[in-house]
């Protein structure tokens, strides 16, 4: 239940649909490996100054991954990742 | 149409939202602390954990005795808050009148709007239906619903966790029989032995008790509570935004080993006062009368005085060079101490007050306005004063786990 601290961009893919409070990540690339998001846990906001984070809580291949998306820039970040046993 | 009032409150909501985020944490006792530490407090429990007889507020230590295999995880303030933010746009959706009673309590009138749902449990279940969607399984919330705010609460309570209540007025006789005193919103345990000692215990005792008695015995609060006997409570919603001006501005903070130090506690304070001046700035008001305190010791007594300004400020340097004042002013110099804290109270909306006269007050009056700036786009860190940044161990924990009232806005 250890938690690995990242903090590195990443390369991702996520749908923006019309009316939908967030976008949905499908999946992302972090150090040549691809990750498939298989459920969405929680998304919450985090604002510094004008700059709005969502922060994204998500489950992919037995992983708890959390990224953060500078939604001004388009930048993805993966924070921690986590191994679910 | 009788009142209709509904309570929401989300069910053991730091460790909810904790075990949302991570899945890890499902189905194990978790307690949430400001820092996973020996010496901190359990702000939360999750419900895992509420079978070892554990309560909020209870020391780690304790906690661990009571519950070894208790999982400490540091609370994220921030993520709470932001989870509230979206719970309450939400519950706008369906009535107009909500009161945020705390950050994971809210009252709503729904007496307008309930038909327009199908009815005040349709609502309430469509409600939950919709938590479930936009925040997952975990994060539940409990609904109470009754003619006021008092028994929403108590039928909240007992539909926990989970669940949704509503208090049908031909069970108000048998509830009022079987309810203690004690289990009401607001009578604590000091008023539920005064009571008991005049030999009320029930709510039916409470109603039957004379009025003139409670009045005598609790001053207006006793004519509330012979209400409360009766079945009736006329206590309003106060919707948030029609919340009352502030009397006083304050932050306070219990400090880690690391800072316990007189001098660095100072240091910890002159941050407190730039939080407080920055928020005073932002809600739009000035205040004259700058309290300061300290307590020695995890439970000792709590030493503060307070000094009155020449001039009503919101300027974090002139409220600290006010506190340092009334530092001097307390008899006691100790090498250590637990807390500080520091309020500012006698407001004035700043739009009230003239324009400052001399050069050196307008010239801080734009330094703060140019601050502001920075930091509303930059964020909180993006400038702070120089002194704060001597003791490093300083950034990490001043923030801690209070939240202010005005966190939660809503437009």
Redesign the interface.
């Known amino acids: 239940?250890m938690?690995h601290f990242v903090n590195e961009p990443v390369d991702a893919l996520a749908i923006y649909r019309r009316g939908a409070?967030h976008p949905l990540l499908c999946t992302f690339r972090w150090k040549d490996q691809r990750y498939d998001v298989k459920e969405t846990?929680?998304v919450?906001?985090?604002?510094?100054?004008?700059?709005i984070h969502r922060?994204y809580?998500v489950?992919c291949d037995q992983r708890?991954c959390?990224l953060r998306l500078d939604a001004d820039r388009a930048q993805w970040t993966l924070e921690s990742m986590?191994l679910?046993? | 149409m009788s009142r209709l009032v509904v309570h929401l409150d989300m069910d053991s909501y730091f460790a909810s939202?904790e075990q949302?985020?991570?899945?890890?944490?499902r189905g194990k006792p978790i307690g949430v602390t400001g820092r996973p530490s020996e010496r901190s407090i359990i702000t939360a429990f999750s419900r895992e954990a509420k079978r070892y007889k554990v309560w909020t507020g209870m020391p780690v230590w304790e906690a661990l005795k009571a519950c070894p295999n208790l999982?400490l995880v540091e609370g994220h303030p921030?993520?709470y808050i932001?989870?509230t933010?979206?719970f309450l746009e939400i519950l706008k959706e369906y009535c107009a009148r909500i009161e945020i009673y705390s950050i994971d309590e809210v009252f709503m009138d729904a007496t307008q709007e309930a038909s327009k749902h199908g009815g005040p449990i349709a609502m309430a279940e469509e409600i939950q239906r919709r938590f479930r969607e936009s925040?997952?399984s975990i994060?539940t919330a409990t609904i109470g619903i009754a003619q006021g705010k008092t028994f929403a609460k108590l039928i909240a309570a007992r539909n926990k966790p989970d669940g949704i209540g509503i208090l049908d007025l031909e069970e108000l006789p048998e509830i009022l029989e079987t309810t203690l005193v004690g289990e009401i919103w607001g009578i604590g345990r000091r008023i539920s032995m005064r009571l008991n000692r005049a030999g009320i215990r029930t709510l039916k005792d409470l109603g039957e008790a004379s009025p003139a008695f409670l009045k005598h015995e609790f001053g207006v609060y006793g004519l509330h509570l012979w209400e409360i006997g009766q079945g009736f409570d006329s206590t309003p919603i106060v919707p948030y935004f029609e919340i009352p001006a502030p009397k006083s501005v304050g932050h306070s903070k219990s400090l880690p080993p690391e800072l316990r130090e007189f001098d660095l506690a100072k240091v910890v304070l002159r941050d407190l006062c730039d939080k407080v001046g920055r928020r005073m700035r932002k809600l739009g008001y000035m205040g004259r009368t700058v309290h300061c305190g300290f307590r020695v010791g995890s439970v000792g007594p709590h030493h503060g005085k307070q000094t009155t300004l020449d001039l009503p400020s919101d300027d974090g340097e002139i409220i600290y060079n006010a506190c340092l004042k009334v530092l001097r002013k307390i008899p006691i110099q100790p090498e250590q101490v637990s807390n500080v804290g520091v309020s500012v109270g006698n407001l004035t909306p700043r739009d009230r007050m003239p324009n400052f006269l001399l050069e050196e007050d307008r010239r801080r009056e734009r330094l703060n306005q140019a601050i502001d700036g920075i930091?509303?786009?930059?964020?909180?860190q993006?400038v702070r004063v120089g002194t704060t940044l001597l003791a490093k161990p300083i950034p990490q924990h001043i923030g801690g786990f209070i939240m202010a009232s005005d966190d939660i806005e809503l437009g």
């Open positions: 239940m938690q409070p846990h929680l919450h906001r985090k604002n510094t100054g004008e700059t922060i809580s489950d708890t959390v986590e679910l046993s | 939202v949302q985020a991570r899945p890890s944490l999982v921030r993520r932001e989870v933010k979206q925040f997952g994060i930091r509303n786009r930059y964020g909180e993006a």
